[in-house]
């Protein structure tokens, strides 16, 4: 029921979770069950697509500063309505579909692929009390529905019947089963600090505060590694800058995605998107402390605005890094990937069990810093005897 | 029997009906990944959260893209002019039935035996992994030693290859 | 090695990105419309026709010698000699176009035809800002179109139009020396023959 002894800070909270109930005192009570899963679910359907319009313009604009240019400027004040006149335009261009072109897979990909992406979301606590799907396996279920936007990749790429799209399907796939190990290594760090598969109970450990400071586990030794490592391989599961080979607008055109056009194509960019803010969200739900502030003295400020701001900072870190490094050739991609971040991920496992096993103290901090530097400096040195970052010997060129 | 099962049970036979009738192989994936999906969702039904998500994890997250793989590197995208039945089917359709019907009658006539109760553990996945860790750790060191096995084995196969896509330009 | 190359690249990348809010030196971009580069003298886009004066038919210098319509190469230009005569930009009476068309969709400004011209008439424009609506009528650009004053010269291309106008009083000039000289020629031409006529005529 509805408390109006609440304070302030806490209604504003709560609100959406109170305007649920609200609502739902209105429903009778046979259709309890689908009008509250309706109104958690609406939410989301609404929340997620505006902040992708909202990146999409962010990203040009950003991209363009960092260019040494302006982003587009002419659409409303600062270009702020060009996300409009995006959509309009995927919407009224024609449809094209290849006559060779298997009809259905080729309509059923980006459908897949956006439900895919929507799916993630069921299990981020966006706020206190505010998850969609409270799921006991709510990380393992994460991960799962991860693998389904690989089938939507390779449909995709098939059903064009086109060389550059199958090449770029398959290459997609190599990339994203090649990242999915580490991705799952780093995040179950986080798991086994938590001692639960629960993303709720995850947040909820870490909301806690020591004096002024927070428990997120980025800011432990084997935190933050796992952090690291997490966020490149969410930038390599989601396609981006620059692990966007397989989609490289200079390589192969657009890779899987080059048969399709208007509104289809504005979905596979609405399912890439989505699945980036999901990554980030679960990000942010391991390791930077889901929806609670970072101080407590900030804890007034509602929480779902925390798990926002969070990820706005995450996204404008894509696009930073997307501005900044030049993509990764396949093999290069591959050999980062088994060669580094698989290792690395497994000896963070190391460091995050044996920082449950030390007494708690400074003691612990040290030994798994030093460890895991250790681990980064034989890496990253084994990975340069090789021979991959050597100076270039040109045969006939000179 | 309830509306969600049925609609579930539909959807699984429905997807592996046309992975065994389709003649397009891809098409074939697909309706087997339908399939996955179908069988994972009658797990969740059932409540046993862990097992059916990682049926999605592993049957449709790696079984199906190693099919995936296997049909597109042995390029036999091309479909068949005619249906491709095996002149035997009368004897398959007879072995599915008896298959059917002993287990049938196996779950019809061990039902007795279950708990009243659905008894649902407390934190099944740490269940699970202690379980594992105490009473299954041999198994799962063989298993271990078995997949590393066949790592090396695969990794050697793609050294060997001398017209192998994996070796890029030296 | 250890990944500072990286840590660089996003140093250099943020310096860039918050320096564009800061220094507007680094934002090259020109902003269209509102913001132009002034073209440089020699920038040519299509032809036009020069007048001198006020009247833009009496003082246009073509004579429609139809040079310029030879010479064009995808032939662009269309040139019909008109019956009567005006003084053209020296003073003296010559044809001029009745019709002078140009169809600029299909001018390619090669310029030979103000390399040609004898006449210092037609000239380039700069002008590049033609879209129409209309594909064919819009893009044919007719005598009056294309006459534009000897002042707007000056503006566009003021060191050729400064030589122009040069070369042209100084043949103003000379013509007018030789109208003077035929005129005070004919009263002693007239003279000559009357007294030749009234030397026969006496004898």
């Known amino acids: 029921m509805i408390v109006f002894s609440a304070s302030g800070a806490e209604r504003a909270d709560q609100i959406f979770v109170l305007i649920k109930h609200w609502l739902m005192g209105y429903v009778p009570a046979a259709a309890q069950p689908l009008a509250s899963a309706v109104l958690s679910v609406v939410p989301i359907l609404m929340a997620f697509p505006l902040i992708f319009a909202i990146?999409?313009?962010?990203?040009?604009?950003?991209?363009?500063?960092?260019?040494?240019?302006?982003?587009?400027?002419?659409?409303?004040?600062?270009?702020?309505?060009?996300?409009?006149?995006?959509?309009?335009?995927?919407?009224?261009?024609?449809?094209?579909?290849?006559?060779?072109?298997?009809?259905?897979?080729?309509?059923?990909?980006?459908?897949?692929?956006?439900?895919?992406?929507?799916?993630?979301?069921?299990?981020?606590?966006?706020?206190?009390?505010?998850?969609?799907?409270?799921?006991?396996?709510?990380?393992?279920?994460?991960?799962?529905?991860?693998?389904?936007?690989?089938?939507?990749?390779?449909?995709?790429?098939?059903?064009?019947?086109?060389?550059?799209?199958?090449?770029?399907?398959?290459?997609?796939?190599?990339?994203?089963?090649?990242?999915?190990?580490?991705?799952?290594?780093?995040?179950?760090?986080?798991?086994?600090?938590?001692?639960?598969?629960?993303?709720?109970?995850?947040?909820?450990?870490?909301?806690?505060?020591?004096?002024?400071?927070?428990?997120?586990?980025?800011?432990?030794?084997?935190?933050?590694?796992?952090?690291?490592?997490?966020?490149?391989?969410?930038?390599?599961?989601?396609?981006?800058?620059?692990?966007?080979?397989?989609?490289?607008?200079?390589?192969?055109?657009?890779?899987?995605?080059?048969?399709?056009?208007?509104?289809?194509?504005?979905?596979?960019?609405?399912?890439?998107?989505?699945?980036?803010?999901?990554?980030?969200?679960?990000?942010?739900?391991?390791?930077?402390?889901?929806?609670?502030?970072?101080?407590?003295?900030?804890?007034?400020?509602?929480?779902?605005?925390?798990?926002?701001?969070?990820?706005?900072?995450?996204?404008?870190?894509?696009?930073?890094?997307?501005?900044?490094?030049?993509?990764?050739?396949?093999?290069?991609?591959?050999?980062?990937?088994?060669?580094?971040?698989?290792?690395?991920?497994?000896?963070?496992?190391?460091?995050?069990?044996?920082?449950?096993?030390?007494?708690?103290?400074?003691?612990?901090?040290?030994?798994?810093?030093?460890?895991?530097?250790?681990?980064?400096?034989?890496?990253?040195?084994?990975?340069?005897?090789?021979?991959?970052?050597?100076?270039?010997?040109?045969?006939?060129?000179? | 029997m309830t509306l969600v099962f049925l609609l579930l049970a539909a959807i699984t036979i429905l997807g592996m009906g046309a992975a065994m009738s389709l003649r397009n192989p891809v098409r074939c994936v697909v309706g087997l990944t339908v399939g996955f999906l179908g069988l994972a969702a009658l797990y969740l039904q059932l409540g046993a959260q862990f097992v059916g998500l990682t049926q999605v994890l592993v049957y449709v997250g790696a079984v199906a893209i190693l099919i995936i793989f296997a049909i597109m590197m042995t390029r036999s995208t091309e479909s068949p002019e005619q249906q491709t039945f095996s002149r035997l089917w009368f004897a398959g359709i007879a072995i599915a039935v008896v298959v059917f019907a002993v287990l049938g009658w196996a779950i019809h006539f061990g039902a007795h035996m279950l708990p009243t109760q659905a008894a649902l553990p407390e934190l099944p996945v740490q269940q699970i992994g202690d379980a594992l860790l105490h009473r299954f750790v041999l198994p799962l060191e063989i298993i271990a030693v078995l997949l590393t096995a066949a790592l090396i084995g695969a990794g050697v196969l793609a050294l060997d290859d001398p017209a192998g896509e994996k070796r890029g330009p030296q | 090695m250890f990944g500072e190359g990286i840590l660089r690249g996003l140093a250099e990348t943020a310096r860039n990105f918050f320096g564009s809010y800061v220094s507007k030196d680094r934002l090259t971009t020109v902003q269209f419309p509102e913001e132009r580069i002034a073209p440089i003298e020699a920038t040519r886009d299509f032809p036009f026709l020069v007048y001198d004066g006020t009247d833009w038919q009496q003082g246009m210098r073509c004579v429609a010698c139809q040079i310029c319509e030879k010479e064009c190469p995808p032939k662009c230009i269309y040139i019909d000699k008109s019956k009567d005569k005006k003084p053209d930009a020296v003073g003296k009476q010559q044809f001029y176009p009745a019709r002078f068309d140009i169809d600029i969709s299909v001018c390619m400004s090669c310029q030979i035809c103000v390399e040609v011209c004898p006449f210092d008439a037609i000239k380039m424009d700069t002008e590049f800002e033609l879209s129409t609506q209309d594909r064919f009528g819009g893009l044919m650009f007719d005598k009056h179109k294309l006459s534009k004053s000897n002042e707007y010269y000056h503006e566009i291309h003021p060191t050729e139009a400064a030589a122009v106008d040069a070369t042209l009083a100084e043949e103003r000039a000379k013509a007018e020396a030789r109208a003077k000289a035929a005129a005070e020629a004919k009263p002693a031409a007239a003279a000559a023959p009357a007294a030749a006529k009234e030397n026969t005529g006496g004898a």
């Open chain 1, 55 to 398: 990146t999409t313009l962010l990203e040009r604009k950003g991209l363009g500063r960092i260019q040494n240019r302006y982003g587009p400027n002419r659409v409303g004040p600062w270009g702020l309505l060009q996300p409009m006149a995006d959509g309009l335009k995927s919407l009224t261009k024609e449809d094209i579909v290849p006559d060779s072109a298997d009809k259905w897979v080729h309509l059923c990909a980006p459908l897949l692929l956006v439900v895919a992406s929507f799916l993630a979301y069921a299990v981020l606590p966006i706020g206190r009390n505010m998850v969609v799907a409270n799921l006991s396996a709510g990380v393992l279920f994460f991960f799962a529905i991860g693998a389904l936007v690989e089938v939507a990749i390779f449909m995709a790429g098939w059903s064009s019947r086109s060389k550059y799209s199958l090449l770029g399907a398959m290459r997609a796939i190599a990339q994203m089963v090649s990242y999915e190990t580490p991705l799952v290594l780093a995040g179950l760090v986080a798991v086994m600090a938590t001692g639960s598969l629960s993303t709720v109970a995850i947040v909820e450990a870490q909301a806690q505060y020591t004096g002024i400071l927070p428990h997120w586990f980025v800011f432990t030794p084997w935190g933050f590694a796992g952090f690291v490592l997490f966020m490149i391989a969410a930038t390599a599961e989601s396609n981006r800058s620059p692990f966007d080979l397989p989609e490289g607008e200079s390589e192969i055109i657009a890779g899987y995605y080059i048969e399709y056009s208007g509104f289809k194509f504005a979905l596979f960019f609405l399912g890439e998107y989505l699945g980036m803010f999901a990554t980030s969200g679960m990000a942010i739900t391991l390791f930077l402390g889901g929806w609670s502030a970072p101080f407590s003295f900030l804890t007034w400020i509602p929480s779902y605005l925390w798990f926002f701001a969070k990820l706005l900072v995450i996204t404008c870190g894509f696009i930073w890094v997307r501005g900044t490094l030049p993509r990764l050739r396949m093999d290069q991609l591959m050999h980062f990937a088994w060669k580094f971040m698989l290792p690395m991920t497994l000896l963070n496992i190391f460091a995050a069990a044996a920082w449950k096993f030390f007494p708690t103290g400074v003691v612990r901090w040290f030994a798994c810093a030093i460890f895991l530097a250790v681990a980064f400096v034989l890496l990253t040195r084994g990975l340069k005897k090789r021979g991959d970052v050597r100076a270039r010997q040109y045969r006939f060129a000179d």
